[in-house]
Structures are given as structure tokens and as C-alpha cells.
């Protein structure tokens, strides 16, 4: 057998592993939305779906506010205009800045640091952008919390690459409030604290009467949506909720996906984020090509130092490969190139590599997709409704194809044509909502 047939055959194997028949699509969607209801009602389900106790903006939120946005390794401190809906919202001030320093001596993420010490660092990026009269505090806070009202929030644990040790338990917006105040910035006042994929929603819906669902699609994986009949709270009035949909894990998987969730730090947490997100989407492929590197005859895949160890790959790796349109594919040369001069890849092998990335980023935006649908399930069972998803992350806005990708499927299997179910990309999501959902307390909106 021909090395190309050979090629042939573990493509045609891996797309059966890799692809979704309207009957496993609509099984995920109808279950997912069983989850959904499930979480709601306090049931074991594989979805938090946390309350976030704000609703919608009125869009007529104005003023000038303080954002934090505290996610990954990096903090983010803006000034940030609300002109008000149909006008995009200013931003008059930037400050970034790592929470590890190798350079400077510090490192805030190590499990050696304390509580007070890492809130107090984050105290002082807020004393760069704030200008000393009296400013409001809406605080973007990407990990795990329990949300108890919009101003409070306890934390529930690390995600990321994080250590730091004694949170457990402890409201996020009352250790900035305190840290604050042992650093006598006394003028700003943390008022809301909520996750950035709420944020991307807030931010969607202020722009969009119409938006009603916010996804990250980026490193990570998330979506939370608005609840017309919410379990807490004011019954009465819309709800934002987190589901934590990375969490879902009734999903056909691949023996590529078992492996990765055994070797994760978190094994048999966040499924469906393993297989979609792109923290993960160049690891799946680098496994799928090492795996099969012997019967293909691809011997180099060995001598590549980005094919040796895990994550190896990264998403924009692999964003290389599936967007080289080449006839040639010349990009995916070039890449081999940078990484091994002395080692010439035939053009079968080239897209023998192709063919396996849009593979693993077809499935992730075709499961994308799928919890889309479940939430749509819920929501608008009968297709009534024209819907609009607010989004934000590198994956969906940087990866080649996967915003066609994510709205085919949908039309596909899921009968949500583009007319009923649109895509609106939202800028600096995180600060911007913030922002909004320190608006929305002033103006007295939130429960």
C-alpha cells in the first residue's frame, strides 16, 4: 500500500472519530438542554449554570467607569466611556501587566504567595488608571465563582496556570475592596464583579436588543445566556446565567480526546473545553500526526521538536496549516522550514497535515455549534425568535473558517438559518462589560 492510501485510510477513519451525524448532533443539542434544566433546578448535571444576577442594559447606561479584568496570567486595568447604545464605547486609558515577572523578581501566580499580597499588586495596577475623584469598579473575573449578587462573588478555584493558595470561600470584590484600602486608593468602588463570558454578553446586549446569548471562544470555552424564567432572584425579570459549558461532557469522543483529559492537569473535567477550545485544538493534533507518523512514513514528525512534547502545537500552528491556501500549500512548507531546514515535506504529507487540523477544527465548531443549539432548545424551541450570539476570543476570530464553520453547522443540523441566528464579534468584551455592569448599578438596575 501506497503512502498516500495509507494516509487516505487514517483520514477516513479519524473523519468517523471526528464527525458529527445529524443524529449525534441533535442528541448533544437535546441534551444539553436536559442539562441546562437539570442545573437549574439544583439537579446533578455536568453544567453549573450559575446565576449572575444582572439582566439586560437599557442601553442608555452613560458615564465614564473603572474595569478590571483579572483572567489568565495577565491583569488589565481600562478607563472606560459608556456614550450609550449605537455608539461605541470609548476606552481613555490601557494598563496591562503580567502577574509573573521573571525580569523585575516577582511572580504572583506561585502557591507560596498570599492572598493579600497578590490583591494588593492588583490595587496598585487599578491606582495607575484611576484619577482620584470618585469612580465605579465593574471587575471582569475569569475563574470559578459563585455568584451571590452582582457585587459579590466567592471563589471557587483555579483553572489556570494560578497557585495561590487560601481563596476558597472568600469574596473577590470585598479582598479588591480591602486591598484598595490598605493602599488608601479610597475614590474607587468595586460595585460588580462577574465572568467575562457574562461580560461579553452584557456588552452584546447593550449594543443589540437582540443579543441574548455570549460565548469566549478563545483559549477557553464558555457561553451563558439570558433566562426568562430565572430560579433566583427576582423571578420576574431576565437573568443572565453562566452555564460553564465547557463543563458538558455527554459527547462522543476519540481515543486522541481520552488521552489528552487522562494527561490534563484536570482529568474528566471540562470535556467539551478539551475538545473545542484552543488550549487544546493543537495538542489534539499533534497527537493525531504523531500517532500516525510511522504508518504514513513520516518519519520527520519525530525529528520536530514541536511534534515531540505535548502541546507542542499551538492553535495558531495549526491556524497555519488550515488556512494555507496555497496551491502548493507553501505555508505549511515554510513552517516545516522555520522548524527543520534540512528536512523536505512532500506535498502529500503537506496536506496529509492539512487535512488532519481541519479535521480537529471542524469537530470543535461543529460541538460549538451543538451548544448553541441546546441553548436555542431551551429558549426558543419553535424558532420564533431572531437570536444574537455576542462573542469574543482569538479562536473564533483568528482561526480560518470557524465562524462559517460554527454558523453551516448550525443550518445544517440544527435548522438555525443565518437570517434567525447571527454572530455579533464583541471588542474588549471583558472591560467593556465590566464597564456596562458598573453602569447598570449606578443607574439602580440590578437585584
Known sequence: MTEECKMAKILLN?????SLSTEQFRKITEDFAEAMDAGLSDQPSPL???PAFVGRPKGNETGVFLSLDFGGTNVRVAEVELCGAGLNPIINKMHKVSLKNANEGYDYTDSCVQVGELFEFIARQVAVVANGTEQLLGHSFSYASKQNSLGRANFVGWTKEIKVAGLAGQDINGLLADALARQQIVTVHPVAVLNDTTATLLAAAYALSEADLGSVCGTGHNTCYYEARPHH??????MAYNAESGGFDR??????DEQLD??????????LEKMVAGRYLGELTRRILWSSRGECGMRFVEECPAFR???????VDVATFVGDETKDLDRINHWFAKKMSEVSISLSERNFIKAVAEMVVNR???LIAASYAGFLRRMDPHHYRRHIVGINGSLYEKMPGFPAGIQTALAKYGGWSAEQLSFYVVDEAPVVGAAIAAAMVKAGETE
Do not use: C, H, N
Not at 233 to 238: L, T
Not at 309 to 315: M, V
Open 364 to 366: 470543535s465548531a461543529t
Open 233 to 238: 432572584g427576582d423571578r420576574a425579570q431576565v
Open 309 to 315: 512534547k505535548a502541546d507542542g502545537l499551538s492553535s
Open 48 to 50: 453549573q449554570m450559575l
Open 14 to 18: 479519524g473523519w468517523k472519530d471526528f
Open 251 to 256: 459527547l462522543p469522543s476519540s481515543i486522541f
Open 262 to 271: 487522562a494527561d490534563s492537569e484536570y482529568p474528566g473535567r471540562q470535556r
